[in-house]
C-alpha cells in the first residue's frame, strides 16, 4: 500500500541544528540547550520549494520532540519541542508539504529517553546492579524495557498519533538495540490504521535481510553500503563497492534500504573523501542502484564537516541553515546542481529504487555497474567510474544506450570511453 516510496528521494533535515535551536551560546534555556522557545519549525517551510527543486520527494527529519538537549533524550514524545514550536506549526509544515507533494518522515526515539522523561519505574531496564540501563554508555539516554507491555503501548500511540497528524512514515532510531518481535508487535498494530505508512529502522551492523524478515520493517539504513562507497574510492579497490553491491542485493529481496552517502551521525561525503573529484562517483552510484536515497540537508551543497567522538562533536555536522537559498554560498551550487541531474535520472527511472546491479567490468580502479529491473533486463543503466589517472575505455557493448550524465562536457553521445577520474552513466 506504501507505492510511493518507489519514487521518494528524501531531503534529510536534523531540525534543531537546521533551525540554529542548538545555540550554545544563547542563555535562555540554561547551558547547552540552546535558545528557548520559538516557533522555528516553520523556518522549514521557507526551504520546501529548494527540497522540490533539488528532486526531493520528501523530507527526512531528525528528532522534533520535546527533549532534553538534542532531541535523543526525549521527555514527550506527544509534544514538538518548544525550541521548535507547537502543534500549529508542525499542522503548518504538513501543509505546506503536501501542496507540494512532499512526504513527511518522522525520527522516532523509542529504545531510550532523557532522564527526565515522566515514566514508572517498570518502563525501564536495569542493570545487574540495579541500576538504570543506559543506551551505549551515554548517562542522559536511559533504556526503555521493551518486554514491558506499556512501553510497547506507548510506542504504538506516538506512531499512531503523529502518522494521524500527517506524517507518512517512521525512521526508528537505534532499531538495532531493539528486538525485532518488539517492533513486528508495534507495526501489527499501527499498520491496519495506516496503510499506507512506511518504515525503516535504524541498523548499523549485522544480516540486514533476517532483521528486516523478523521485525516487519519495510526498510533499514544500509551503512554496509554507506561505507562502500567512500571507502573504495579512497583506497582505489571497487572490489570493495562491488562486493557491498552483491550483498545489498540480498538486503533487497527483504525490503527497500535506505541509501545515503551522509547522515546526522557520520561525517560529511565531502570531508570523508580523500580525492574531491570523486564527490560525483559517489553520487552516481548512490543514484543508479536499488533502494530509498536520502541526501543530508548541506551535503548537496558540498558542506564539510568532520564527525568526532567527544562532547560537542556533532556540531560540525548538524549547522544551522540560513534563512533561505539566496544565503547560502556560490561555491555550493555546482554540487546542488549535480544532484539535481542525478535525482533527474532516478525520477525518470523509478524502477531503479527495487534494481539489482552487478558489474560488466570490474578493477580497482574501474567499474561499469549494471543496474537491471527486476524481471525485465532490457531496462537497464550502466554507471562506468574511472578513480585512475588514465582514461579507460570499458569493454562493454553499449550498442543501443544512450548518455544519461557524465561529468564532463562532450557531444551528448555514448561512449565507453571514460576519462581519468571521471564517471559517466548509460541508459
Known amino acids: 500500500m506504501n507505492g510511493w516510496i518507489d519514487h521518494a528521494v528524501w531531503w534529510h533535515i536534523y531540525p534543531l541544528g537546521f533551525t540554529g535551536a542548538l545555540d550554545a551560546d544563547a542563555g535562555a534555556a540554561g547551558p547547552g540547550l540552546g535558545l528557548g522557545p520559538g516557533h522555528r519549525l516553520t523556518r522549514l517551510v521557507d526551504w520546501l520549494d529548494y527540497a522540490v527543486e533539488l528532486g526531493a520527494s520528501g523530507l527526512q527529519l531528525g528528532p522534533i520532540f520535546a527533549s532534553e538537549t538534542h532531541g535523543y533524550d526525549t521527555v514527550d514524545h506527544f509534544r514538538v519541542d518548544p525550541r521548535l514550536g507547537d502543534d500549529a506549526d508542525f499542522d503548518k509544515l504538513v501543509g505546506a508539504a503536501r501542496e507540494r507533494g512532499l512526504h513527511l518522515l518522522l525520527d522516532g526515539v523509542f529504545n531510550h529517553v532523557g532522564r527526565s522523561f515522566p515514566a514508572p519505574d517498570h518502563w525501564f531496564r536495569r542493570t545487574e546492579s540495579g541500576d538504570l540501563a543506559v543506551f551505549e554508555g551515554h548517562h542522559g539516554l536511559v533504556a526503555l524495557d521493551h518486554d514491558e507491555p506499556e512501553v510497547l503501548d506507548h510506542v504504538v500511540r506516538v506512531m499512531d498519533h503523529w502518522l494521524t497528524r500527517g506524517a507518512s512514515g517512521w525512521r526508528l532510531d537505534a532499531a538495532y538495540a531493539v528486538s525485532p518481535r518488539f ?62 553491491l552483491d550483498r545489498h542485493g540480498t538486503v533487497l529481496d527483504a525490503g527497500l534500504p535506505l541509501t545515503f552517502t551522509g547522515n546526522h551521525d557520520v561525517t560529511r561525503l565531502a570531508s570523508r573523501l580523500t580525492d574531491e573529484r570523486h564527490l560525483g562517483h559517489a553520487l552516481a552510484v548512490l543514484f543508479t542502484v536499488g533502494g530509498v536515497p536520502s541526501v543530508y540537508y548541506g551535503d548537496e551543497q558540498a558542506f564539510r564537516g568532520v564527525k568526532e567522538e567527544r562532547p560537542g562533536g556533532d556540531d560540525e555536522i548538524r549547522p544551522p541553515f540560513p534563512a533561505g537559498p539566496g544565503e547560502l554560498a556560490p561555491f555550493g551550487w555546482p554540487t546542488y546542481r549535480l544532484h539535481q541531474r542525478l535525482i533527474g535520472v532516478r525520477r525518470r527511472n523509478p524502477w531503479l529504487s527495487h534494481a539489482r546491479t552487478s558489474h560488466a567490468h570490474l578493477a580497482n580502479e574501474t567499474a561499469a555497474l549494471v543496474s537491471t529491473a527486476p524481471g525485465d533486463p532490457t531496462r537497464r543503466i550502466v554507471t562506468l567510474l574511472n578513480v585512475g589517472d588514465a582514461p579507460f575505455t570499458f569493454p562493454i557493448d553499449h550498442t543501443g544506450l544512450t548518455l544519461l550524465e557524465s561529468d564532463t562536457p562532450g557531444d551528448g553521445r555514448p561512449s565507453a570511453t571514460v576519462p581519468p577520474h571521471g564517471w559517466s552513466i548509460l541508459g
Not at 212 to 219: F, I, N, V, W
Open 183 to 244: 517492533w513486528a508487535a508495534a507495526l501489527d498494530r499501527v499498520r491496519p490504521r495506516h496503510p499506507g505508512a512506511w518504515f525503516t529502522g535504524e541498523v548499523i551492523h549485522g544480516d540486514y535481510a533476517a532483521y528486516l524478515q523478523e521485525s516487519g520493517l519495510d526498510s533499514i539504513s544500509q551503512y554496509e553500503l554507506w561505507k562502500a562507497i567512500w571507502s573504495s574510492l579512497n583506497d582505489r579497490n571497487l572490489f570493495e563497492l562491488a562486493w557491498a
